[in-house]
C-alpha cells in the first residue's frame, strides 16, 4: 500500500522502482540518506595529464545529519561536493541516493534532484545579476513549477525570515556579502532545502557576516535539514555534529554519526522526504519562458538593439521592397491597360481554311447583353468601319476610316478628349448625326487650325456635326486610330453602312487576373445566345504572357533580396545569441544547480531569440511602412497589401526560431560543473 502512494508520490522515472526503497526502509536497518561507495574523480588536463580529485571516497550520511568536509585548498571537497549535488559524476565507484544508484538517472533525473533535494549555497553566492533577491529565491520554485503568486508568498516569507524582509527589490550588487549570502540560502530552501550544501558559505564575509551565517545553518540543521558544509576552516567546521578530515581526495579522519541520526526510525524522515515532493509540470511553462526572455533582453538592452537592427533592417526592407515592386507593378498594368490588354475582342468566325469572314451575327443586343450577363466585364462595344471613305469639309476632302461604335468607347479604349464631348448612346438610339474625330482626321479637314466643334462635314455625302477631338494616340501607318472618324452606332448602321451587324465587338475587362475565365465565359454566352459558335473571341496573349513573365522574375528578384536580407538578420541573432550564452555560461550553471532541466535552459534562450524576432518584425514592418510613406510623397509608385507584411514578420520569427535554436541548445548542453566554473 505503501508503495502506491510513494508510486503516485514519484511519477518521475528516477523513482518508479521505489518498492525497494521502501522495502528498504521498512527494515530494522538505517537506510542512509547519501551513500558513496569507492567514488573517485579523475580530471584529464589539456596536456593529458590525470589529476585524481577524490581517490575512492566511503561515506554514509543519515537524513538530518550536520556534517563538516573539511580540508586544505585543493584537497577535492568542492570536487566531491559537486558529486554530492549531482552536478556531477564519479569517474568510478557508486553514488547512492535513499536506495538508489544515481548511475540510472539521466540530465533530467539529476536536474529533478537538484531542484528537490538539494540547495546549494555557495562560497560566491551565484545570485543572479539581473534580478531582485525576491527573484533569486523564486528560481528553484519556477522550475519545479509553482505559480507564480504561491512562489512570490514563499519567496517574501523566507526573506522576511532571514532578516532581509526590507531588502526584496534590492539587485545583488545593492547587498552586502552577508545578505546576499542570505538571499542564497532564501534561495536553497525554495524548494524545501532538504540537503543544503554549502561550499566555503563563509569563505567571502567578514566575521560578524559569517558568524551570523553559521547561526542560520546551525538552526536549519536543527530544524531536521540535512547540512553538509564544506570548509577549510577548522573554526568553521567546529560548528557541526560530525566532522570528516580530507586530504588530497582522501578521507583522513571521520568523528562518526552520532547514534540517533543512524536510527532505523529515520527510515520514515526518508520517506517523508520523497512523500513530500509535488509533481512537478514538464515546463516552468511558455509564459515563464517569455517573462524570462524579457527581463533578460531588458538587462541587456544595448544588445538586443543590436540583434533587433539586424532583423529590423531585414523585414523593413522585405516590406518596403515589395511595396515599391507591387507599385511598379501596377504601374506596367495600368500602362499595359492603356495598350488594351485588357480588352477581349468578339469577331464573326473565319470559314475554315479561308481569310474570309462568315457574314456576321453580332449586334448591339449582343454586346448590351456581354455587359450585362457575363461578370468582371466593364463596358462592350460594338463596332462597324469602312478603311476608305471621302470625308470633306468645305474645300478640303480626305480618305479615312470612319468607325461607328456606341459612348463607352473612349472608356474601353482608355482615350481620352482633347476638346468637345463623346457621343453617348442617346445620340446612337436617336441617329443623331454627330461626329468625332481623331488628330490627324482632323488635321486632314481643319488644316488652317479653325476650330472643328461644331462644324459640320460630309461623310459620304451626310453632313455631320463635330462635336468632339480626341486626344493623339501617336500611333502611325496603317488603321491609325488617329486618322479616324467616330460616329454613333445606329446613325452609322442606318446612314453609313447600311447594315445592322457590327464587324467586331470589344470588351473592356474589369480584373485582368481572370481575363481568361472572362473569356471563356463569353464564348458560352454567345454561343448559347446564337444557338451556334460562330465567333472568335480573342485577347492580346502575348503582351499579357511577356507581362507576367516579368511579373514572375520581378517577384523572383525580390524573393531573393528578401531571402538574403533575413538570413543576414538571423545570423545576427545567432551571433548576438552565442555571445550572450558565452556571456552567461555562469548564469546558465546556476540555473542548473537550482533544478533548471535542459529543456528549461533551450526554451528559456529559444524564446529570448523568438522575443528579439517577434520585436524585429513588428518594428520592421512599421518601419517599412513609414519607408514606403516617405517614398510615395516623392512621388515613387508604392502599393502595400497585408500578404508581404505578414509573410515578412512569419520568416522573422521563423529566422530567429532557427538561428536562435543552435545557441540555444549549446547553452542547454552546457554542463552544470563547467558552466558553474566560469567566470
Ligand atoms: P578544494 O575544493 O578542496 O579546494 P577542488 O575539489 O576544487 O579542491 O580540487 C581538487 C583537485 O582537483 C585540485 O587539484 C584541482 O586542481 C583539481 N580540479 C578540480 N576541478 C578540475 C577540473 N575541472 N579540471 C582539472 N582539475 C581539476
Ligand atoms: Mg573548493
Redesign the pocket.
Known amino acids: 500500500m505503501t508503495a502506491t502512494v510513494l508510486d503516485a508520490a514519484l511519477p518521475n522515472e528516477p523513482f518508479r522502482q521505489a518498492e525497494d526503497v521502501v522495502s528498504a526502509q521498512t527494515s530494522s536497518r538505517a537506510i542512509p540518506l547519501i551513500e558513496l561507495q569507492g567514488v573517485m574523480r579523475t580530471?584529464t588536463?589539456g596536456g593529458g595529464v590525470e589529476?585524481h580529485?577524490l581517490r575512492g571516497i566511503d561515506l554514509k550520511i543519515y537524513p538530518g545529519e550536520f556534517l563538516a568536509i573539511v580540508?586544505q585548498?585543493?584537497?577535492?571537497?568542492?570536487?566531491l561536493m559537486n558529486i554530492l549535488g549531482c552536478l556531477d559524476r564519479p569517474t568510478a565507484g557508486k553514488y547512492i541516493f535513499a536506495g538508489r544508484d544515481i548511475e540510472s538517472f539521466d540530465a533530467d533525473g539529476l536536474a529533478w534532484l537538484r531542484r528537490e533535494a538539494f540547495g546549494f549555497v555557495f562560497q560566491s553566492y551565484n545570485l543572479l545579476g539581473t534580478e531582485s533577491a525576491l527573484e533569486n529565491v523564486q528560481v528553484p520554485a519556477v522550475y519545479a513549477g509553482l505559480n507564480a503568486h504561491e512562489r512570490e508568498v514563499r519567496a517574501e516569507s523566507l526573506l522576511s525570515a532571514l532578516g532581509l524582509g526590507d531588502r526584496m527589490d534590492h539587485r545583488p550588487t545593492q547587498l552586502s556579502g552577508g545578505q546576499q549570502q542570505r538571499v542564497s540560502i532564501a534561495r536553497a530552501m525554495m524548494n524545501g532545502g532538504n540537503i543544503i550544501l554549502a561550499d566555503e558559505p563563509t569563505g567571502a564575509l567578514d566575521t560578524q557576516s559569517g558568524i551570523e551565517v553559521m547561526e542560520l545553518l546551525e538552526d536549519l540543521a536543527a530544524r531536521g535539514h540535512t547540512v553538509i558544509l564544506i570548509t577549510h576552516d577548522q573554526e568553521v567546521a567546529d560548528h557541526a555534529e560530525r566532522i570528516i578530515e580530507f586530504r588530497d581526495g582522501e578521507i583522513v579522519s571521520d568523528s562518526g554519526s552520532k547514534p540517533e541520526n543512524v536510527d532505523p526510525k529515520n527510515n520514515a524522515k526518508l520517506r517523508e522526504l520523497f512523500l513530500s515532493r509535488k509533481a512537478t509540470s514538464s515546463l516552468a511553462g511558455t509564459g515563464e519562458a517569455i517573462r524570462m526572455a524579457l527581463r533578460s533582453l531588458k538587462a541587456n538592452i544595448f544588445r538586443t538593439m543590436l540583434t533587433l537592427l539586424g532583423i529590423v533592417i531585414g523585414v523593413s526592407s522585405v516590406v518596403a521592397m515589395l511595396a515599391i515592386g507591387e507599385g511598379a507593378q501596377q504601374d506596367i498594368i495600368q500602362i499595359m491597360n492603356q495598350l488594351g490588354t485588357n480588352v477581349i475582342t468578339v469577331r464573326p468566325e473565319r470559314l475554315p481554311g479561308s481569310f474570309r469572314s462568315m457574314p456576321s451575327t453580332l449586334t448591339i443586343e449582343d454586346a448590351v447583353a456581354l455587359g450585362s450577363n457575363v461578370p468582371n466585364i466593364v463596358a462592350a462595344i460594338p463596332q462597324m468601319q469602312s478603311r476608305n471613305t471621302s470625308v470633306r469639309f468645305g474645300r478640303n476632302d480626305t480618305q479615312t476610316s470612319v468607325v461607328a461604335t456606341t459612348g463607352d468607347m473612349p472608356e474601353v479604349e482608355s482615350w481620352p478628349l482633347a476638346q468637345g464631348v463623346f457621343f453617348t448612346d442617346a445620340d446612337s438610339e436617336n441617329i443623331t448625326s454627330v461626329a468625332v474625330l481623331g488628330s490627324e482626321a482632323r488635321s486632314d479637314l481643319f488644316p488652317d487650325g479653325q476650330d472643328p466643334l461644331g462644324e459640320y462635314i460630309l461623310i459620304g455625302n451626310i453632313p455631320f456635326q463635330v462635336i468632339g477631338i480626341l486626344t493623339s494616340k501617336g500611333a502611325q501607318g496603317f488603321n491609325n486610330p488617329d486618322d479616324t472618324i467616330y460616329i454613333p452606332f445606329r446613325t452609322g448602321a442606318v446612314r453609313v453602312f447600311g447594315k445592322n451587324e457590327a464587324d467586331e465587338i470589344r470588351v473592356l475587362v474589369d480584373d485582368i487576373e481572370q481575363i481568361d475565365q472572362t473569356q471563356d465565359n463569353m464564348l458560352e454566352y454567345l454561343t448559347a445566345l446564337h444557338g451556334t459558335q460562330d465567333m472568335r473571341i480573342d485577347q492580346n496573349t502575348s503582351m499579357l504572357e511577356s507581362a507576367s513573365e516579368s511579373q514572375k522574375t520581378f517577384t523572383l528578384l525580390l524573393g531573393s533580396v528578401a531571402a538574403i536580407s533575413l538570413l543576414v538578420g538571423g545570423i545576427g541573432v545567432m551571433n548576438i545569441m552565442l555571445v550572450s550564452v558565452t556571456e552567461r555560461t555562469r548564469e546558465i550553471g546556476v540555473r542548473m544547480a537550482t533544478g533548471a532541466r535542459q529543456s528549461d535552459i533551450l526554451s528559456q534562450f529559444l524564446a529570448e531569440a523568438i522575443v528579439v524576432s517577434c520585436f524585429g518584425g513588428i518594428i520592421g514592418v512599421t518601419l517599412g511602412v513609414a519607408v514606403g510613406l516617405i517614398l510615395e510623397s516623392f512621388d515613387v509608385s508604392i502599393y502595400f497589401s497585408s500578404t508581404p507584411m505578414l509573410l515578412a514578420f512569419t520568416c522573422s520569427v521563423t529566422t530567429g526560431l532557427i538561428f536562435g535554436f543552435a545557441p540555444a541548445r549549446k547553452a542547454s548542453q552546457l554542463d552544470p560543473v563547467v558552466a558553474l566554473?566560469n567566470e
Request: aromatic letters at 8%; a positive charge; hydrophobic letters at 30%.
Open positions: 580530471f588536463t589529476v580529485a580540508g585548498s585543493g584537497s577535492g571537497k568542492s570536487t566554473a
